[in-house]
């Protein structure tokens, strides 16, 4: 799933090397929280207009988790 989320994230990014994820749980419900850093510069970039990338790419986290198995949550830091 990292993967996944690093794949999305360095496509629209301009500094690709500030890129991470870092993976915490799951936790009492079973929910992964993935966490996402990227540069200050790269923020707008990764959020969108109205916050619709970054719904995009918890869409497209939550397909893929459910195939998994698991609950998966996407925070953008």
């Known amino acids: 799933m990292e993967e996944l989320i690093v794949t999305i994230v360095k496509g629209l990014v301009d500094n690709k090397d500030s890129?991470?994820?870092t993976k915490e749980g799951p936790g009492a419900e079973g929910v992964v929280?993935?966490?996402v850093k990227v540069a200050?510069?790269?923020m707008g970039?990764?959020?969108?207009k109205q916050g619709r990338i970054v719904k995009a790419i918890?869409?497209?986290v939550r397909a893929a988790s459910t195939r998994t198995g698991e609950?998966?949550?996407v925070e953008i830091d």
């Open 19 to 21: 890129v991470g994820v």
């Open 33 to 35: 929280v993935y966490h």
């Open 40 to 42: 200050a510069e790269d």
């Open 45 to 48: 970039r990764v959020i969108g």
């Open 58 to 60: 918890r869409t497209v």
């Open 71 to 73: 609950r998966a949550i």
